[in-house]
């Protein structure tokens, strides 16, 4: 590809900047299949360990588990067929419900041709929906994550965060609160957009339409030199206490 061809980007970026809906990628899907089928193949090979590794394990593990004598005595390779038996139905359960669910995301960020963008658009659910607006105004922080799946399927998520989140996540019960709201919404943003490929293109256009709303550019890290800090002892103050000082000292009448 020549240097002026540019980056090719489907869907199209077009649609991002015209404000239409856009959807995650196929590989978003993948990935849920994939980090769901390791883990039962983990858990597979932790029951192997568990029960055929060594006779002292597997005895703990029958007289903990309280397994009957016929499970130990149907060898591993019988075990095995009944967990894939067992697990496959489940497995695919999940691949329908989450092919459903990841189709009906719908990703907008609201922005019109010469107009700062209002909104991030977001839409998720199946027999619950929710729709979330959140506005730019409101935006504090916007950070691109992309995890070992991520970088193998070419994708990544865009979290957005808000000032009212940022608050709630530093002082809303410490460190368990925070580990329990990672486990049960992936995160302190207070909305993802993932599984998209064009994600570098999609923040950078978010920091653009950012800037719209301030007469200063939003640096993606500030350094020492571009931090200003009040400082409570001053010349100002200074004088202020050296005139009560001799307000003090006065001869009162």
Known sequence: MSGNEGRVIKPPFEQVTSG???????????????????????????????????????????????????????????????????????????????????????????????????????KKGIITVTQKHVPFRNITHVKTTRGPFDRLFGIGTIQIETAAKSQIAHEGGGLIALILQRLMSGGTAEENIEGVKFHEELRDFILRELRGFTTKPIPSVLSRDHVTRKRIFNQGTLQAFLEIRDELRAPRK
């Open 20 to 122: 239409r809906v856009f959807h995650p990628d196929n590989a978003f899907l993948y990935k849920k299949w994939l980090r769901v089928f390791i883990v039962l193949c983990f858990i597979w090979i932790v029951i192997l360990v568990a029960l055929f590794s060594h006779p002292g394990l597997t005895f703990i593990v029958k007289e903990l588990a309280k397994l009957p004598d016929f499970i130990i005595e149907a060898g591993s390779f019988t075990i095995s067929l009944w967990y894939w038996f067992l697990v496959s139905g489940v497995f695919i359960l999940w691949v329908v419900y989450s092919y459903i669910y990841v189709k009906r995301i719908d990703y907008s960020l609201k922005s019109w041709e010469g107009e700062v963008s209002p909104e991030i658009y977001v």
